[in-house]
């Protein structure tokens, strides 16, 4: 509901329904927040307006002789520099030479219908049921004319959606180097939550106060970063997973961002959201317009676990692609970790084959497909493909692939090109070059211009050709460096890449497209409307996991959250985890394999076969349920997900210290009177893992390091104890004491053999 109200002390805004409300008031012409957080009344403006109470001292008046008129002591939704606000501001212009921030007065507004005013956009935006509410400004400053000032809240069933427009009309150019999408003062004291990293350590989560000093979660590495997510939250101190106040914030945006918190004397909190300012000097020639990218405002009053809730909600149900809204992800096998550049035709059939009889339905050809694509220095920018490991060429393959029973994917890196490939060769002048700097490179590449039109049209028609030619189902889009260039040609590379993707996959609707970037350095709410997953990281070793996509859950849903079943020992970390665990983990999210199948084990054929056959049963679940992180002891992680007939549960462990506790596990938000029936998913074990322990137990002796065990290991199914149990669902939110795990001495069959590294899929069911 959008309504709008005059009163004798401005005009008023409510936005709002059932998930948040937004109360806004025009005072002195600019646009005063009275709340915003829990849905309330728009008569309740009256005694939210602060306004009067404040103002005094040193503060400078906006208006003469009106002491209230302080807009520094004001809380705000939009601010600006130079009349009297000395928070920071969310707009900074160029005229004529002169810093401008506009003083802009508030003109109209005008609530729109869904989609509405968006025809011409540059921006991706979310799709589905919403209200918009358009509020015109014009500026009193005369170095500023006819130009306007557009702020829309557009009001979905779970968020809230800021944007700003500003729109030259003047005869002549104005220059943004600042333009925030979204701006809030919030009253209370907040702990921010950011989720940062890098490469192979995407998305942990950090915890800060929130106080006097400003606080910057910002990119500029060109993409929206493994360093800082362009999403974060504010939540009250004694907000938890499941209680307390929390605010959560993100930006449909690809490239550099900004966010900032900071509080100030009156005990308001300005928060700032939008794109990044870093070398930003933006030119509006007249007569055009200079866009934001969309801002996502969710709140809660049910802990970080609601405000996951609503995010998820958002992604699933108004970001990713109309075609794969709540469609079940299939089962991947991805060649790189197994194969790397290494292949031949013959190799990628027996992996087909073996995904296939495992119960993989799609098939990805990754990296080193193309051009002299031997390694990572040569080939990218080129689309010949490589007749030498692909002699019947991509048709061929994807035909075989076909044959088998599985989709056909395929890996592109289209940004970016190698010197050593045709294309560079031929268009040396089509690289994204910072003027004045040499050309430096990661990863031994260098970016394509997206900013020019024959380079974007070199990708589209290139991609495009493949894509029919080959009749490929599923896409991995790659992008593995950092941007050599920041400022307004960054901004306008973001924009070239959207029209690129909306070219290729606009009419394409039915490939499923994977964004990647050197793992997670692009998992934004921007990459989502086009690519309903992304790879979360190049980090598949499920202990590095748990903070991972522990990380991504508190804003992105499991749906988007690439995840995969790698080798062990892990190629990064050198750990060596159980089978069941890499599986365990990667079912939160669009789950698949990742390593050389050819010479698997029979004893690992078996349980993989069994895994995924216990996925594509749970998968609707796992992809689209209801997720929740809740408490577990000592450093362990326990993820839920509840789907309509159905909770799953994982339960994570990472160093097993001699003598553990006895484990609990806690199931949130079932019916109380409720019985539930709790199992475990069965677990293989591995015979060697017992090494010497062996002859203690056995009749003959066994050497720990001989054939016979090597044998036994690979052949023989030993399961872990399995747990069962039946309760009620009161007693299952308290938490239950779970079978005990080995800790050396004794053993009996229902005890959990876990070691380090060990966890549990407990499935949840009401009882008959
Ligand atoms: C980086 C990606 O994150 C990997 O999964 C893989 O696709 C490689 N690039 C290929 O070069």
Same mark, same amino acid.
């Given at each position: 509901?959008?309504?709008?109200?005059?009163?004798?002390?401005?005009?008023?805004?409510?936005?709002?329904?059932?998930?948040?409300?937004?109360?806004?008031?025009?005072?002195?012409?600019?646009?005063?927040?009275?709340?915003?957080?829990?849905?309330?009344?728009?008569?309740?403006?009256?005694?939210?307006?602060?306004?009067?109470?404040?103002?005094?001292?040193?503060?400078?008046?906006?208006?003469?002789?009106?002491?209230?008129?302080?807009?520094?002591?004001?809380?705000?939704?939009?601010?600006?520099? *130079?009349?009297?606000?000395? *928070?920071?501001?969310?707009?900074?212009?160029?005229?004529?030479?002169?810093?401008?921030?506009?003083?802009?007065?508030?003109?109209?507004?005008?609530?729109?219908?869904?989609?509405?005013?968006?025809?011409?956009?540059?921006?991706?935006?979310? +799709?589905?049921?919403?209200?918009?509410?358009?509020?015109?400004?014009?500026?009193?400053?005369?170095?500023? +004319?006819?130009?306007?000032?557009?702020?829309?809240?557009?009001?979905?069933?779970?968020?809230?959606?800021?944007?700003?427009?500003?729109?030259?009309?003047?005869?002549?150019?104005?220059?943004?180097?600042?333009?925030?999408?979204? =701006?809030?003062?919030?009253?209370?004291?907040?702990?921010?939550?950011?989720?940062?990293?890098?490469?192979?350590?995407?998305?942990? +989560?950090?915890?800060?106060?929130?106080?006097?000093?400003?606080?910057?979660?910002?990119?500029?590495?060109?993409?929206?970063?493994?360093?800082?997510?362009?999403?974060?939250?504010?939540?009250?101190?004694?907000?938890?997973?499941?209680?307390?106040?929390?605010?959560?914030?993100?930006?449909?945006?690809?490239?550099?961002?900004?966010?900032?918190?900071?509080?100030?004397?009156?005990?308001?909190?300005?928060?700032?959201?939008?794109?990044?300012?870093?070398?930003? =000097?933006?030119?509006?020639?007249?007569?055009?317009?200079?866009?934001?990218?969309?801002?996502?405002?969710?709140?809660?009053?049910?802990?970080?676990?609601?405000?996951?809730?609503?995010?998820?909600?958002?992604?699933?149900?108004?970001?990713?692609?109309?075609?794969? &809204?709540?469609?079940?992800?299939?089962?991947?096998?991805?060649?790189?970790?197994?194969?790397?550049?290494?292949?031949?035709?013959?190799?990628?059939?027996?992996?087909?084959?073996?995904?296939?009889?495992?119960?993989?339905?799609?098939?990805?050809?990754?990296?080193?497909?193309?051009?002299?694509?031997?390694?990572?220095?040569?080939?990218?920018?080129?689309?010949?493909?490589?007749? &030498?490991?692909?002699?019947?060429?991509?048709?061929?393959?994807?035909?075989?692939?076909?044959?088998?029973?599985?989709?056909?994917?395929?890996?592109?890196?289209?940004?970016?090109?190698?010197?050593?490939?045709?294309?560079?060769?031929?268009?040396?002048?089509?690289?994204?070059?910072?003027?004045?700097?040499?050309?430096?490179?990661? &990863?031994?590449?260098?970016?394509?211009?997206?900013?020019? #039109?024959?380079?974007?049209?070199?990708?589209?028609?290139?991609?495009?050709?493949?894509?029919?030619?080959?009749?490929?189902?599923?896409?991995?889009?790659?992008?593995?460096?950092?941007?050599?260039?920041?400022?307004? #040609?960054?901004?306008?590379?973001?924009?070239?890449?959207?029209?690129?993707?909306?070219?290729?996959?606009?009419?394409?609707?039915?490939?499923?497209?994977?964004? =990647?970037?050197?793992?997670?350095?692009?998992?934004?709410?921007?990459?989502?409307?086009?690519?309903?997953?992304?790879?979360?990281?190049?980090?598949?070793?499920?202990?590095?996991?748990?903070?991972?996509?522990?990380?991504?859950?508190?804003?992105?849903?499991?749906?988007?959250?690439?995840?995969?079943?790698?080798?062990?020992?892990? %190629?990064?970390?050198? &750990?060596?985890?159980?089978?069941?665990?890499?599986?365990?983990?990667?079912?939160?999210?669009?789950?698949?394999?990742?390593?050389?199948?050819?010479?698997?084990?029979?004893?690992?054929?078996?349980?993989?076969?069994?895994?995924?056959?216990?996925?594509?049963?749970?998968?609707?679940?796992?992809?689209?349920?209801?997720?929740?992180?809740?408490?577990?002891?000592?450093?362990?992680?326990?993820?839920?997900?509840?789907?309509?007939?159905?909770?799953? =549960?994982?339960?994570?462990?990472?160093?097993?210290?001699?003598?553990?506790?006895?484990?609990?596990?806690?199931?949130?938000?079932?019916?109380?009177?409720?019985?539930?029936?709790?199992? %475990?998913?069965?677990?293989?074990?591995?015979?060697?893992?017992?090494?010497?322990?062996?002859?203690?137990?056995?009749?003959?002796?066994?050497?720990?390091?001989?054939?016979?065990?090597?044998?036994?290991?690979?052949?023989?199914?030993?399961?872990?104890?399995?747990?069962?149990?039946?309760?009620?669902?009161?007693?299952?939110?308290?938490?239950?004491?779970?079978? #005990? *795990?080995?800790?050396?001495?004794?053993?009996?069959?229902?005890?959990?053999?876990?070691?380090?590294?060990? %966890?549990?899929?407990?499935?949840?069911?009401?009882?008959?």
């Amino acid at each position: 509901m959008i309504l709008e109200r005059k009163t004798e002390s401005g005009t008023i805004f409510y936005i709002g329904n059932e998930a948040i409300g937004c109360l806004l008031q025009t005072v002195y012409g600019k646009l005063q927040l009275l709340h915003l957080g829990i849905p309330l009344f728009p008569e309740d403006a009256k005694a939210l307006d602060a306004s009067r109470l404040l103002g005094w001292g040193n503060d400078v008046l906006y208006e003469d002789g009106d002491p209230a008129s302080c807009l520094d002591t004001i809380p705000l939704a939009w601010s600006e520099n *130079r009349i009297g606000d000395y *928070r920071e501001s969310s707009i900074e212009l160029l005229s004529g030479g002169q810093a401008v921030s506009g003083d802009f007065v508030f003109y109209s507004s005008e609530i729109l219908k869904e989609e509405e005013g968006e025809e011409d956009s540059c921006m991706p935006h979310a +799709r589905g049921t919403h209200e918009t509410l358009k509020l015109v400004f014009r500026p009193l400053s005369s170095l500023l +004319r006819d130009i306007s000032l557009e702020l829309r809240f557009s009001l979905f069933e779970t968020v809230l959606v800021r944007q700003t427009l500003l729109e030259n009309r003047s005869e002549q150019s104005v220059f943004v180097t600042k333009l925030m999408s979204s =701006c809030f003062d919030l009253h209370g004291d907040f702990r921010m939550s950011t989720f940062d990293g890098g490469w192979i350590r995407e998305m942990h +989560r950090h915890d800060v106060p929130v106080t006097f000093s400003r606080i910057v979660n910002e990119s500029t590495n060109g993409s929206s970063s493994n360093r800082h997510n362009p999403g974060f939250l504010l939540s009250a101190a004694d907000a938890g997973e499941d209680s307390g106040e929390v605010y959560g914030f993100n930006l449909i945006w690809s490239g550099n961002h900004y966010g900032s918190a900071q509080r100030t004397a009156t005990g308001y909190t300005r928060v700032l959201q939008g794109i990044g300012q870093e070398d930003l =000097c933006y030119e509006i020639v007249p007569g055009a317009r200079f866009e934001t990218p969309d801002a996502v405002i969710a709140w809660s009053g049910d802990g970080y676990n609601g405000l996951s809730g609503k995010m998820h909600r958002f992604v699933n149900s108004c970001i990713v692609p109309e075609n794969w &809204r709540y469609r079940e992800r299939p089962v991947l096998y991805n060649s790189w970790e197994g194969c790397m550049f290494s292949f031949t035709e013959t190799k990628l059939l027996s992996l087909a084959k073996k995904a296939k009889k495992i119960g993989c339905e799609l098939f990805v050809l990754d990296d080193g497909w193309f051009g002299a694509r031997n390694d990572d220095h040569a080939g990218l920018g080129d689309y010949s493909v490589n007749r &030498r490991k692909l002699p019947g060429g991509l048709e061929g393959l994807s035909r075989k692939v076909h044959a088998e029973g599985l989709q056909f994917g395929l890996w592109f890196e289209p940004e970016a090109v190698n010197p050593d490939s045709d294309c560079y060769r031929a268009h040396p002048d089509w690289v994204l070059s910072s003027p004045g700097n040499r050309d430096l490179y990661g &990863r031994n590449e260098l970016l394509l211009d997206l900013t020019k #039109k024959e380079v974007r049209d070199y990708i589209v028609e290139s991609v495009s050709a493949i894509l029919d030619r080959a009749a490929v189902e599923y896409v991995k889009w790659d992008m593995n460096r950092c941007s050599p260039v920041s400022g307004n #040609k960054a901004y306008d590379y973001v924009l070239g890449l959207y029209e690129v993707l909306g070219r290729i996959f606009g009419p394409r609707p039915a490939i499923l497209l994977e964004g =990647c970037a050197s793992g997670g350095n692009r998992f934004d709410l921007g990459m989502l409307c086009f690519a309903p997953q992304i790879w979360a990281s190049d980090d598949t070793d499920p202990i590095e996991r748990l903070d991972i996509q522990n990380g991504l859950s508190y804003l992105y849903p499991l749906s988007t959250v690439g995840a995969h079943i790698s080798a062990a020992p892990h %190629s990064m970390t050198l &750990r060596s985890t159980p089978m069941s665990t890499r599986a365990n983990v990667s079912f939160f999210g669009a789950f698949g394999i990742e390593f050389d199948l050819d010479g698997m084990q029979a004893v690992d054929e078996a349980e993989l076969k069994e895994t995924i056959t216990f996925f594509k049963k749970h998968r609707s679940t796992f992809q689209f349920g209801r997720f929740r992180r809740n408490p577990a002891e000592n450093g362990a992680v326990c993820w839920q997900v509840t789907g309509e007939e159905e909770t799953l =549960c994982g339960l994570f462990h990472r160093l097993l210290p001699a003598g553990p506790e006895i484990e609990w596990l806690r199931v949130k938000g079932l019916e109380k009177e409720m019985r539930y029936r709790v199992e %475990s998913r069965p677990q293989l074990l591995r015979v060697k893992q017992f090494g010497g322990l062996l002859k203690h137990i056995l009749p003959v002796r066994i050497d720990p390091e001989g054939a016979v065990l090597r044998i036994a290991d690979h052949h023989y199914k030993m399961m872990d104890g399995q747990y069962s149990a039946v309760c009620s669902g009161a007693v299952l939110a308290s938490g239950i004491p779970i079978h #005990k *795990r080995f800790s050396g001495t004794g053993y009996d069959p229902s005890m959990r053999v876990q070691g380090d590294f060990g %966890s549990n899929l407990f499935t949840i069911t009401k009882e008959q």
